[in-house]
């Protein structure tokens, strides 16, 4: 179990990684400051700052988040806030300071920003931290200067912000920004675990893929290939006089067919040699149970493949082809699973799993080997891009819908609207995860 559990933990590791690297790529792109790229929740583990951002590890490793400066949409920023960009802005001053020059050993953040606000009224800008001052960091160093303590300018300067502070402030967190900015930094996340599928899946297809070999394994009394006089053994060459490597492409020849008559060119092996031969087969169209509990009419012969494989490799081009395919393959399916839960034609308790089931698909998947992980990350990714969008507030599609009344209305949804709305999908999401762990421990407990 503990091996599945870290595989799992890996897993979910890397896809946060990709959700969050989505937001916080646009929210840079766009200007807007982010102030911690955690994955994991507190309690922190590790952490360091580059730049105006601090990177951390959390001791919750299933989940990440990006936080950024601001927290109300459309309102005036509150003292606590500023005081947060107050210090973040200090610390920018450090970190220039260190990276211009030798500087002392760190004798803590007061000790620190109060010998450079000294150094700054003695020498140019430049000498000091390699770069003018902005606007809003004159304002703090000068602050400073008034002041027998760095927490009592950085308390006056947030209690009283000068117009200048609460501009720069204004262009740099998120809530402030247009909507457009808004509605891309929220998307990016969803639409990061979607791109990440096809990139993933051709580094698969370029490794190697495992695939059933085209030979006969059992064969379906009464239907059309044990009729036709296929045996268990047959290798299939050609379907129509299209060559058949795989399974898969077998497969495919005979649904792409449309019931009309297939041509198979077999090896037969016979008495220590192979034998060549046509078979024509005509196949039948049954009803076929979906994992979605739908029917669909599917033509088939009747045979199953004997479980020997082969890894086929391709080449850059073929495996972003096969990608976007496969991509879309599974998006496709993922839509009509959550389309067939919805429409109650599948049972939640069979169609939903959670985190312990995960784990131990993940552990099963990895002792398969890399292709079947990653086959198996990126169903997850998608999973998790396609439900984000969902408009469920607390998730990125929820923010989304924020966003659309905002833009039918022409201001923000009034705070306690949002804070309802809110505290609904709080109630949701806590009550859906209390219902996929009891039903994962229910299939334990049943076996």
Same mark, same amino acid.
């Given at each position: $179990?503990?091996?599945?559990?870290?595989?799992?933990?890996?897993?979910?590791?890397?896809?946060?990684?990709?959700?969050?690297?989505?937001?916080?790529?646009?929210?840079?792109?766009?200007?807007?400051?982010? +102030?911690?790229?955690?994955?994991?929740? !507190?309690?922190?583990?590790?952490?360091?700052?580059?730049?105006?951002?601090?990177?951390?590890?959390?001791?919750?490793?299933?989940?990440?988040?990006?936080?950024?400066?601001?927290?109300?949409?459309?309102?005036?920023?509150?003292?606590?806030?500023?005081?947060?960009?107050?210090?973040?802005?200090?610390?920018?001053?450090?970190?220039?300071?260190?990276?211009?020059?030798?500087?002392?050993?760190?004798?803590?953040?007061?000790?620190?920003?109060?010998?450079?606000?000294?150094?700054?009224?003695?020498?140019?800008?430049?000498?000091?931290?390699?770069? #003018?001052?902005?606007?809003?960091?004159? +304002?703090?160093?000068?602050?400073?200067?008034?002041?027998?303590?760095?927490?009592?300018?950085?308390?006056?300067?947030?209690?009283? !912000?000068?117009?200048?502070?609460?501009?720069?402030?204004? #262009?740099?967190?998120?809530?402030?920004?247009?909507?457009?900015?808004?509605?891309?930094?929220?998307?990016?996340?969803?639409?990061?675990?979607?791109?990440?599928?096809?990139?993933?899946?051709?580094?698969?297809?370029?490794?190697?893929?495992?695939?059933?070999?085209?030979?006969?394994?059992?064969?379906?009394?009464?239907? %059309?290939?044990?009729?036709?006089?296929? +045996?268990?053994?047959?290798?299939?060459?050609?379907?129509?006089?299209? %060559?058949?490597?795989?399974?898969?492409?077998?497969?495919?020849?005979?649904?792409?067919?449309?019931?009309? !008559?297939?041509?198979?060119?077999?090896?037969?092996?016979?008495?220590?040699?192979?034998?060549?031969?046509?078979?024509?087969?005509?196949?039948?169209?049954?009803?076929?149970?979906?994992?979605?509990?739908?029917?669909? %009419?599917?033509?088939?012969?009747?045979?199953?493949?004997?479980?020997?494989?082969?890894?086929?490799?391709?080449?850059?081009?073929?495996?972003?082809?096969?990608?976007?395919?496969?991509?879309?393959?599974?998006?496709?399916?993922?839509?009509?699973?959550?389309?067939?839960?919805?429409?109650?034609?599948?049972?939640?308790?069979?169609?939903?799993?959670?985190?312990?089931?995960?784990?131990?698909?993940?552990?099963?998947?990895?002792?398969?080997?890399?292709?079947?992980?990653?086959?198996?990350?990126?169903?997850?990714?998608?999973?998790?891009?396609?439900?984000?969008?969902?408009?469920?507030?607390?998730?990125?599609?929820?923010?989304?819908?924020?966003?659309?009344?905002?833009?039918?209305?022409?201001?923000?949804?009034?705070?306690?609207?949002?804070?309802? $709305?809110?505290?609904?999908?709080?109630?949701?999401?806590?009550? +859906? $995860?209390?219902?996929?762990?009891?039903?994962?421990?229910?299939?334990?407990?049943?076996?």
């Amino acid at each position: $179990m503990i091996y599945s559990i870290c595989f799992a933990a890996l897993v979910f590791a890397v896809l946060v990684i990709v959700h969050e690297a989505g937001h916080f790529a646009m929210a840079k792109k766009v200007g807007v400051r982010v +102030l911690r790229f955690s994955i994991g929740y !507190p309690p922190k583990v590790f952490g360091f700052r580059r730049g105006e951002t601090e990177y951390s590890i959390g001791a919750t490793p299933f989940g990440g988040y990006v936080r950024m400066l601001g927290d109300e949409v459309g309102e005036d920023p509150k003292s606590e806030e500023l005081t947060i960009y107050l210090h973040e802005l200090g610390l920018d001053l450090i970190g220039a300071a260190r990276e211009h020059g030798p500087v002392g050993a760190s004798a803590g953040f007061d000790d620190d920003l109060r010998a450079i606000a000294d150094r700054l009224a003695a020498a140019p800008d430049a000498s000091v931290i390699g770069r #003018q001052l902005k606007p809003d960091e004159a +304002l703090l160093v000068n602050e400073i200067r008034r002041q027998p303590k760095i927490d009592d300018a950085i308390k006056s300067l947030a209690d009283n !912000p000068p117009a200048a502070l609460l501009e720069a402030f204004k #262009q740099r967190a998120f809530p402030t920004q247009p909507l457009g900015k808004r509605v891309l930094i929220v998307l990016a996340g969803p639409l990061a675990n979607l791109l990440f599928a096809p990139v993933l899946l051709s580094l698969v297809f370029m490794t190697g893929v495992p695939m059933f070999l085209p030979i006969v394994g059992k064969l379906a009394k009464d239907l %059309p290939a044990a009729k036709a006089g296929l +045996l268990a053994g047959d290798r299939i060459l050609s379907v129509n006089g299209n %060559p058949t490597g795989t399974w898969n492409d077998f497969s495919d020849a005979i649904k792409a067919g449309n019931g009309s !008559p297939i041509k198979l060119e077999v090896s037969r092996p016979q008495g220590g040699s192979n034998t060549q031969m046509t078979i024509v087969i005509t196949p039948t169209r049954i009803d076929q149970k979906t994992i979605y509990g739908t029917s669909a %009419p599917t033509w088939i012969i009747g045979v199953q493949p004997s479980g020997k494989e082969t890894v086929k490799h391709y080449g850059p081009l073929g495996a972003v082809r096969e990608a976007c395919k496969t991509t879309a393959e599974i998006t496709s399916q993922t839509l009509i699973g959550m389309a067939s839960i919805f429409a109650g034609s599948v049972p939640l308790k069979d169609a939903l799993g959670g985190p312990i089931q995960i784990a131990q698909m993940a552990g099963k998947e990895a002792h398969d080997g890399f292709a079947n992980l990653a086959t198996f990350t990126v169903m997850l990714s998608l999973n998790l891009g396609i439900i984000n969008l969902l408009p469920v507030p607390l998730l990125d599609g929820g923010h989304l819908l924020f966003f659309a009344f905002e833009g039918v209305r022409g201001k923000p949804l009034e705070l306690r609207y949002r804070e309802m $709305m809110l505290q609904v999908g709080l109630f949701l999401l806590v009550a +859906l $995860m209390a219902f996929v762990i009891f039903n994962d421990i229910s299939r334990i407990v049943q076996g």
